[in-house]
């Protein structure tokens, strides 16, 4: 049997994408097979697709960290033929054949059945840069971070992962404010919640000093570098900032001075190897309560797979707003 997939291939002359026919043989014989309904477009597929070796180490390979689809084969799982199911995260797309695929192969550990309410697409809407928003808000009030305090900082803010930070702080009532380089893009957030723009050469020049004025409650910090460190320095006392992305850069250069000064707190958010269980719950708040108010609003564009590739240019100039949804059935 065969089925329709996105191929990167390496050669002389670089990496290409292709849409080709697989037999379903290639994806092995263990674990569960699911014929994907949907999938999603996020930066780590962009650096999979075009040869990345810190992503994917071998190639040919087919991308996509997100699908969500119905069972065909169960394998030794907890699941039945014809269930629903979101998987995220652990190897898929990275160095096991993704989700931009019209099937993938498996462990049963690493999926999680669609809650009820929440409709395939939707589910992909938000995605890993879903599930990774809801981990970093989860974090944050964890450690106490409540509206009362004060506003919430969002950087990069209109990318997946901060476009839905953005609309699910505004959802639970929290001051939002949305730090982009992107004029065009300030209407836009307000939509989604925010309550202040913060230019992001602004901020950024500040960010040089050993410590800032105290501005912010907490902070969800997709970049890295020195939009992290100027985030960390204008905490108020005790705040607290989720970092889970190095968009701008992974190194992280800074005094110790907000953390002994003003017991301010850096949490580390990852969504690739977390708990199943923990994946559930997190998706059950993005079906109910966390779901934002206009889903819709956060959706750049629905592909094909035939337009991966132009779509994988444009998210690695950061050109892409919100979130790109993959129709594979």
């Given at each position: 049997?065969?089925?329709?997939?996105?191929?990167?291939?390496?050669?002389?002359n670089?990496?290409?994408?292709a849409?080709?026919?697989?037999?379903?043989?290639?994806?092995g014989?263990?674990?569960?097979?699911?014929?994907?309904?949907?999938?999603?477009?996020?930066?780590?597929?962009?650096?999979?697709?075009?040869?990345?070796?810190?992503?994917?180490?071998?190639?040919?390979?087919?991308?996509?960290?997100?699908?969500?689809?119905?069972?065909?084969?169960?394998?030794?799982?907890?699941?039945a033929?014809?269930?629903?199911?979101?998987?995220?995260?652990?190897?898929?797309?990275?160095?096991?054949?993704?989700?931009?695929?019209?099937?993938?192969?498996?462990?049963?550990?690493w999926l999680?059945?669609?809650?009820?309410?929440?409709?395939?697409?939707?589910?992909?809407?938000?995605?890993?840069?879903?599930?990774?928003?809801?981990?970093?808000?989860?974090?944050?009030?964890?450690?106490?971070?409540?509206?009362?305090?004060g506003?919430?900082?969002?950087?990069?803010?209109?990318?997946?992962?901060?476009?839905?930070s953005v609309?699910?702080?505004?959802?639970?009532?929290?001051?939002?404010?949305?730090?982009?380089?992107?004029?065009?893009?300030?209407?836009?957030?307000r939509?989604?919640?925010?309550?202040?723009?913060?230019?992001r050469?602004?901020?950024?020049?500040?960010?040089?000093?050993?410590?800032?004025?105290?501005?912010?409650?907490?902070?969800?910090?997709?970049?890295?570098?020195?939009?992290?460190?100027?985030?960390?320095k204008?905490?108020?006392?005790?705040?607290?900032?989720?970092?889970?992305?190095?968009?701008?850069?992974?190194?992280?250069?800074?005094?110790?001075?907000?953390?002994?000064?003003?017991?301010?707190?850096?949490?580390?958010?990852?969504?690739?190897e977390?708990?199943?269980e923990?994946?559930?719950?997190?998706?059950?708040?993005?079906?109910?309560?966390w779901?934002?108010?206009?889903?819709?609003?956060?959706?750049?564009?629905?592909?094909?797979?035939?337009?991966?590739?132009?779509?994988?240019?444009?998210?690695?100039?950061?050109?892409?707003r919100?979130?790109?949804?993959?129709?594979?059935?």
């Amino acid at each position: 049997m065969t089925f329709q997939a996105l191929l990167t291939t390496e050669s002389d002359n670089g990496y290409q994408n292709a849409v080709v026919e697989r037999e379903l043989a290639d994806l092995g014989s263990e674990g569960v097979l699911v014929r994907v309904q949907w999938s999603s477009l996020n930066y780590k597929d962009a650096l999979s697709a075009t040869g990345n070796k810190g992503v994917t180490r071998t190639f040919p390979h087919t991308p996509g960290i997100d699908a969500v689809g119905v069972i065909e084969e169960t394998g030794n799982g907890p699941f039945a033929v014809g269930d629903t199911v979101i998987c995220t995260g652990y190897d898929l797309g990275m160095n096991t054949d993704g989700g931009y695929g019209q099937y993938i192969r498996v462990p049963a550990e690493w999926l999680v059945p669609l809650p009820e309410g929440l409709a395939p697409r939707d589910a992909m809407l938000m995605g890993t840069a879903g599930l990774t928003a809801a981990l970093c808000v989860e974090s944050l009030l964890d450690t106490g971070v409540n509206p009362d305090q004060g506003p919430v900082l969002v950087t990069g803010a209109t990318g997946g992962v901060g476009s839905i930070s953005v609309a699910i702080l505004a959802k639970l009532g929290f001051r939002v404010a949305a730090v982009t380089g992107k004029a065009d893009s300030h209407d836009w957030l307000r939509e989604l919640g925010a309550a202040e723009i913060v230019d992001r050469k602004a901020f950024l020049e500040s960010a040089s000093k050993p410590m800032l004025k105290e501005q912010w409650a907490g902070a969800v910090d997709c970049v890295g570098g020195e939009m992290l460190a100027g985030a960390l320095k204008s905490l108020k006392y005790g705040g607290s900032a989720a970092c889970c992305g190095l968009a701008g850069s992974p190194n992280l250069e800074m005094t110790v001075f907000p953390f002994i000064l003003r017991g301010v707190n850096l949490l580390g958010v990852d969504s690739v190897e977390l708990p199943c269980e923990i994946k559930q719950q997190m998706w059950q708040l993005l079906a109910d309560q966390w779901m934002p108010e206009n889903p819709k609003a956060l959706e750049a564009a629905e592909i094909g797979l035939e337009d991966v590739s132009e779509w994988v240019g444009k998210i690695l100039e950061g050109g892409v707003r919100g979130r790109v949804v993959v129709r594979l059935a």
